[in-house]
């Protein structure tokens, strides 16, 4: 059962009204533009293979971008290793004022399927006419940021090393005092802003290497404010999150507090009613799905235990598979054999095997996982799960949590700030507009019209909002 979300209660989902000192405002476009070598063309052959067609199309694409004028850029699916395409866009958006970063996947990856027979044949057949086609071939992610608007601080690139060699881009930004002006106090106008691209689900058992990479990049960031010792700062992540708003990515994100801008913007709540207002991507399979995101974390909000929120991804998507393996009205729970209404870990440990997701799978859960999430279930520390303990850890939806969760960090944070002797006051993000291109995705109809990508392009319109820690967390316009 699904929970209506609790964000829109929230001070930066209430109607947005300018104030006197009301002067900044940023943009933010993501855009999966469809890397040459996955465009397939009629006659089976990729759009890599001829320049005309990919170069006349990424002309496109940056006469779109530039059009837009957004703050910040974050390009999915970017062909890297052609040097002709790389200095196209870093010619065009240099000359319009923005500084870009490029990240590469690893190991030359492109986003093949590695248990694809007819992708490897692919790569086999094109690496027979040309020896350097890998490191041609890489593809990955671009971010520019407008240096009228910001300064970059810091670069940081995130490497998962997983199956699919998937990275993200970290950019620590400051944004510049033009946004704020005649004010009394010291605002830290900090932001993270980061980009990525999760792997595609090709099977079910993909949802659980979706959830580790996310995993990892919550790791990463919060690595990144230790490292740096960072008070809580504000971030934008944006990608292709190859998954949609009924995936436990998009529940795993929100336990964490991130918000969706688009649905923000839109009035759209965590309801099973709102999960299909709005598409994104057509996949080559010809099935339309919202993967697309922007995602907004203010610093004032909770963060639940990261751990507990990467456990409770796990556990959503082993329940979908026990659902699906399951038939008629036989009971999912039927693959744990259990003693009475007990479960072993040796119990748990077969059921999972059964539905194929520890051993050789390098696509379900390792060991490690697979004892933390044992130890998330054995809440009393017996050695063993009842089917009540079971039963409720599996029907928790994030979003249920989140009220009694703001209202605890709530408390958190009014002692932290009147324990704090630093005047500082800091910056957050109220979403304004959103708005998708073509248009009529934002209504859940792909147009046959629109050639720029197999993904639609999500701009979102933040203001600027002052956290004020001596006015009951009151939020004002900049």
């Not at 170069?55 to 974050?74: A, P, T, V, W």
């Not at 790389?86 to 970063?101: F, I, P, S």
């Not at 998954?243 to 436990?248: A, D, F, Q």
């Not at 079971?390 to 969760?405: D, V, W």
Request: net charge negative; proline share 3%.
């Amino acid at each position: 059962m699904d929970f209506p979300s609790q964000e829109f209660q929230d001070p930066d989902h209430q109607p947005f009204h300018f104030g006197s000192n009301a002067v900044g405002c940023i943009s933010c476009t993501t855009f999966n533009t469809l890397a040459p070598i996955y465009k397939r063309l009629n006659n089976k052959r990729r759009e890599s293979e001829f320049r005309e067609l990919w170069f006349h199309r990424n002309e496109r694409i940056l006469d779109r971008l530039l059009h837009l004028k957004s703050s910040i850029i974050c390009l999915q699916e970017f062909w890297v290793g052609n040097e002709e395409l790389v200095g196209m866009y870093e010619k065009r958006l240099g000359d319009a004022g923005y500084v870009t970063y490029k990240l590469a996947r690893t190991n030359n990856r492109g986003d093949v399927n590695p248990e694809s027979s007819k992708e490897r044949k692919y790569i086999e057949r094109k690496s027979e006419r040309k020896e350097n086609l890998m490191e041609n071939e890489k593809k990955g992610l671009l971010t520019a940021v407008n240096k009228n608007q910001f300064r970059v601080l810091n670069s940081r690139e995130f490497l998962f090393h997983d199956i699919s060699d998937r990275v993200a881009l970290l950019l620590h930004v400051e944004l510049f005092d033009c946004f704020s002006q005649n004010q009394s106090v010291d605002i830290k106008k900090e932001a993270l802003i980061v980009n990525t691209h999760l792997i595609f689900p090709h099977d079910s058992s993909y949802c659980f290497l979706r959830s580790q990479q996310v995993y990892m990049i919550l790791q990463y960031i919060q690595s990144y404010f230790d490292e740096h010792q960072l008070p809580s700062l504000p971030i934008i992540l944006c990608g292709d999150w190859n998954g949609s708003k009924k995936g436990h990515v998009y529940k795993f994100l929100r336990s964490q507090g991130f918000v969706s801008s688009y649905d923000i913007a839109h009035s759209y709540m965590d309801i099973d009613d709102d999960s299909d207002k709005w598409i994104s991507h057509r996949n080559h399979r010809g099935n339309v799905c919202g993967v697309d995101f922007i995602w907004l974390l203010n610093p004032y909000k909770h963060r639940k235990p990261l751990k507990e929120s990467f456990m409770e991804a796990l556990l959503g998507n082993i329940t979908n598979l026990l659902h699906k393996a399951s038939t008629g009205s036989v009971d999912p729970l039927h693959f744990f054999k259990m003693d009475g209404n007990y479960i072993t870990y040796s119990q748990f440990c077969q059921a999972l095997a059964k539905l194929h997701l520890c051993g050789s799978s390098h696509n379900g859960l390792s060991n490690e996982d697979i004892k933390d999430l044992w130890e998330y279930l054995d809440t009393d520390r017996s050695g063993v799960i009842d089917l009540l303990q079971y039963t409720t850890a599996r029907n928790l939806h994030p979003s249920s949590l989140l009220k009694e969760e703001d209202e605890k960090n709530g408390e958190k944070l009014e002692e932290m700030f009147h324990s704090s002797t630093s005047t500082l006051t800091m910056i957050g993000f109220k979403v304004k507009n959103a708005t998708f291109f073509p248009p009529e995705v934002g209504k859940g109809i792909w147009p046959e019209y629109y050639s720029l990508s197999d993904h639609a392009h999500l701009t979102v319109e933040f203001s600027l909002v002052e956290i004020n820690r001596n006015e009951e967390f009151l939020f004002h316009s900049m």
